[in-house]
């Protein structure tokens, strides 16, 4: 009898429990996404805003597309030049004022520019959030380029660059003499494409921008309509909406942007970069890869996945096992319309072809459809969980926003990233490296220094002995003659 009475009853007390948790479980997967909001005003602006109610903070950006890709030779530099300008002074504020009305809140502060972006950004505490809006606006859309500002922040961009070299430091750098093997990377994959230009600027360039140059450019990309405002935090899109109205809504778009050159690859590999800039010792430094995609492709995920594996397993077998090398990385790494996979190290010159084998027959056995699974998954949950690691910050997810605003419109969905994540199977590692790494997409640079410090010591030692003993000898020679000629 007790056991029919348990047998009734249990069912009972599970629906029981299941009905006592179920509003909890629905409330909270309820609260765990806030959908993003999207929208843009009369002039242009797109508004990206993610609503976070846990948080206590705010971060605001302001995303220009504009970056040394919109450049030339005669004004390589200019996007970051500008950068530095508008925190000079705007209608309203000065240097000074500019640079402490975040500060003096106990928010942060900064600009950024790259190849294809520049922005703007301030964090600070969810209720300053209108004094953030109320500065992004002035320094991006009211600043006033003073006179005596430019050569003072000419001064600044090179000391940033690290000084002035000269004339022959960098003819030598043209020569192949120099340190950065990543851009002579871009050269061979993307000739003649402004990929190729620094975002610092070379040194000619920096030397003839003048304040003209400045406003004109200034004028031709810092427009409504190139620009995205990017809010994240604990702000009520009810709250945020009346602000970005009262600080952006009565600017005045001043045309469309500027259009950029496609980038078009040679196909020509595989390529062979070097780069002979002198060093300390003899170590090299060693990138081989291959072209890819661009921003947006959906081989980007399989792409993602591949490096995180390679990363990890040739780590394993050229660190680890071998001792070859102390670090190894792998990525792949994307502009709006091109891209590249590298996988880059450092080592002794003579283990280069040995680590150049384990990375290509890796390559080979992906090709081949050698895949351990135990591995790709672990890959897969790693890349899962650091993504989800990193939806703890404003920042991050403002970061993500960027990235996902410059490709896609206000209407389209951002890809979920876990999803896009977990799709990713053997075969489309196998499909991807099938299409991608192939002969003529292929690349292998190194930075093998002409000469080392320590060769050149040893040389300079050598020198210092020879010079020494003839030095001794000559001595030695005279006064044995003035002997010979004493009485």
């Known amino acids: 009898m007790k056991l029919i009475r348990d047998f009734v009853l249990l069912p009972l007390f599970l629906l029981a429990a299941v009905a006592a948790f179920a509003p909890t479980v629905l409330e909270a997967k309820s609260n765990s996404s806030v959908p993003l909001n999207r929208y843009q005003l009369e002039n242009g602006l797109r508004v990206w805003h993610q609503y976070r109610p846990d948080s206590k903070s705010v971060?605001?950006?302001?995303?220009?597309?504009?970056?040394?890709?919109?450049?030339?030779?005669?004004?390589?530099?200019?996007?970051?030049?500008?950068?530095?300008?508008?925190?000079?002074?705007t209608e309203r504020w000065t240097e000074e004022q500019v640079?402490?009305?975040?500060?003096?809140?106990?928010?942060?502060?900064?600009?950024?520019?790259?190849?294809?972006?520049?922005?703007?950004?301030?964090?600070?505490?969810?209720?300053?959030?209108?004094?953030?809006?109320?500065?992004?606006?002035?320094?991006?859309?009211?600043?006033?380029?003073?006179?005596?500002?430019?050569?003072?922040?000419?001064?600044?961009?090179?000391?940033?660059?690290?000084?002035?070299?000269?004339?022959?430091?960098?003819?030598?750098?043209a020569w192949g003499y120099g340190y950065d093997l990543w851009r002579e990377v871009e050269k061979a994959l993307f000739p003649n494409s402004t990929l190729t230009m620094t975002v610092i600027g070379e040194e000619d360039s920096l030397k003839r921008i003048d304040r003209n140059m400045l406003l004109d450019y200034y004028k031709q990309h810092y427009n409504t309509k190139n620009a995205t405002l990017i809010v994240v935090g604990n702000v009520e899109a009810s709250q945020l909406r009346p602000l970005v109205a009262k600080y952006f809504g009565d600017l005045r778009s001043q045309g469309e942007p500027a259009a950029i050159d496609k980038a078009v690859s040679a196909d020509k590999g595989g390529y062979r970069v070097k780069v002979a800039g002198p060093m300390l010792n003899d170590q090299i430094r060693l990138i081989t890869g291959t072209q890819t995609v661009g921003d947006g492709h959906s081989?980007?995920?399989?792409?993602?996945?591949?490096?995180?594996?390679?990363?990890?397993?040739?780590?394993?077998?050229?660190?680890?096992?071998?001792?070859?090398?102390?670090?190894?990385?792998?990525?792949?790494?994307?502009?709006?319309?091109?891209?590249?996979?590298?996988?880059?190290?450092?080592?002794?010159?003579?283990?280069?072809?040995?680590?150049?084998?384990?990375?290509?027959?890796?390559?080979?056995?992906?090709?081949?459809?050698?895949?351990?699974?135990?591995?790709?998954?672990?890959?897969?949950?790693?890349?899962?969980?650091?993504?989800?690691?990193?939806?703890?910050?404003?920042?991050?997810?403002?970061?993500?926003?960027?990235?996902?605003?410059?490709?896609?419109?206000?209407?389209?969905?951002?890809?979920?990233?876990v999803t896009e994540i977990e799709k990713v199977s053997d075969q489309d590692l196998v499909r991807v490296v099938q299409v991608y790494f192939m002969p003529q997409r292929r690349f292998v640079a190194i930075h093998q220094p002409a000469i080392t410090l320590i060769f050149g010591l040893q040389v300079a030692g050598v020198i210092v002995v020879i010079l020494g003993g003839w030095i001794v000898y000559r001595v030695w020679r005279r006064k044995r003659k003035k002997n010979a000629q004493s009485p």
Do not use: C
Request: proline share 2%; net charge negative.
């Open 299 to 417: 081989d980007r995920w399989s792409l993602d996945v591949l490096a995180k594996m390679m990363s990890r397993d040739l780590s394993e077998e050229i660190r680890t096992k071998r001792g070859l090398v102390y670090s190894l990385s792998a990525f792949n790494s994307s502009y709006r319309d091109v891209g590249y996979f590298a996988v880059t190290t450092r080592s002794e010159e003579k283990h280069r072809d040995t680590i150049l084998q384990l990375i290509d027959g890796y390559i080979e056995n992906v090709r081949q459809g050698k895949i351990d699974a135990k591995r790709l998954a672990e890959a897969k949950t790693s890349l899962i969980r650091s993504w989800s690691i990193s939806r703890e910050s404003n920042s991050a997810i403002a970061d993500s926003l960027m990235y996902w605003s410059a490709i896609l419109s206000d209407m389209e969905p951002i890809p979920d990233y």
């Open 59 to 89: 971060i605001v950006y302001l995303v220009l597309q504009t970056g040394s890709r919109n450049e030339t030779i005669l004004n390589n530099g200019i996007s970051h030049y500008v950068e530095h300008m508008v925190f000079t002074g």
């Open 99 to 173: 640079k402490d009305t975040i500060a003096n809140i106990g928010g942060s502060w900064n600009g950024w520019t790259n190849k294809e972006q520049t922005g703007f950004y301030a964090l600070v505490a969810d209720l300053d959030v209108e004094i953030a809006l109320d500065w992004l606006s002035q320094i991006v859309f009211y600043p006033t380029f003073p006179v005596d500002k430019v050569e003072k922040e000419r001064h600044v961009v090179f000391q940033e660059k690290g000084g002035q070299y000269g004339w022959f430091i960098n003819q030598l750098e």
